[in-house]
């Protein structure tokens, strides 16, 4: 069966520090993975996806996140962290046999102090 | 534009009361899913409907979960006699194109309470 796992439940992190919060996935074929952020009260929002092609994706507010099929790890990264980045967040990936189903992780609350 | 949006924001219901939350997609997105998130848990998904075709109930946890969507836009999810353990927040989300490869823009959630 897929599956996502998020194996921190936080992570802090300095501002202005380079920031990971992890992702590892379960799939037999090829996977097609997502991260979202969902900041207090508001819901969540895309951030990235990897469906084929380059390993490194970059997508919005400066994130980026790397597809590692060796590790089946899809990390999300950012450089430089911001205060304003602190927000829970959700890595997903769709099912292989109903492509209307998405399973997503159990969320890393990320905290980003000044 | 106008993005997803929910009603109630917030629901407290005693136990065995019915409830309806409802889903308002962004105009033109033609695939809808509710997911169910508890407390330090991830989302669960619950039902998907795309355009007129059946919908994909396969995460519904009970027969007391029902959904439907009207003339393929606003749909509502009902909950028949609550429990205690259907405290969660409710998501829907939206998406433009079915399925696999595009993202879904969720809802902010209808916050259920069970007492």
């Known amino acids: 069966a897929q599956s996502v796992a998020q194996p921190e439940d936080q992570v802090n992190v300095a501002e202005g520090n380079p920031l990971t919060v992890k992702c590892t996935y379960s799939?037999?074929?090829?996977?097609?993975l997502f991260w979202y952020v969902q900041y207090p009260n508001r819901g969540l929002q895309f951030l990235l996806k990897?469906?084929?092609?380059?390993?490194l994706v970059k997508g919005s507010y400066g994130f980026e996140a790397e597809f590692n099929k060796s590790q089946t790890s899809f990390h999300l990264k950012k450089p430089s962290a911001l205060v304003s980045d602190s927000a829970l967040y959700f890595c997903?990936?769709?099912?292989?046999?109903?492509?209307?189903?998405?399973?997503f992780g159990s969320g890393t609350k990320l905290n980003v102090k000044p | 534009g106008a993005g997803v949006s929910q009603s109630p924001s917030n629901k407290v219901t005693e136990k065995g009361k019915d409830v309806e939350l409802r889903c308002d997609p962004i105009?033109?997105?033609?695939?809808l899913y509710w997911y169910r998130q508890s407390l330090g848990q991830g989302l669960e998904f619950l039902i998907y409907?795309?355009?007129?075709?059946?919908?994909?109930k396969s995460g519904l946890p009970s027969d007391r979960f029902s959904a439907e969507r009207t003339g393929g836009s606003v749909s509502t999810l009902t909950i028949q006699r609550t429990q205690q353990e259907d405290s969660a927040v409710y998501l829907c989300?939206?998406?433009?194109?079915?399925?696999?490869?595009?993202?879904?823009?969720f809802g902010p959630g209808t916050r259920l309470t069970v007492t």
């Open positions: 989300a939206s998406s433009l194109v079915p399925g696999t490869s595009y993202e879904q823009y």
């Open positions: 799939v037999s074929g090829n996977p097609y």
């Open positions: 990897y469906i084929t092609g380059d390993n």
């Open positions: 997903a990936v769709r099912d292989e046999d109903n492509f209307n189903k998405f399973y």
């Open positions: 105009s033109g997105h033609t695939a």
């Open positions: 409907f795309q355009g007129n075709s059946a919908p994909d």
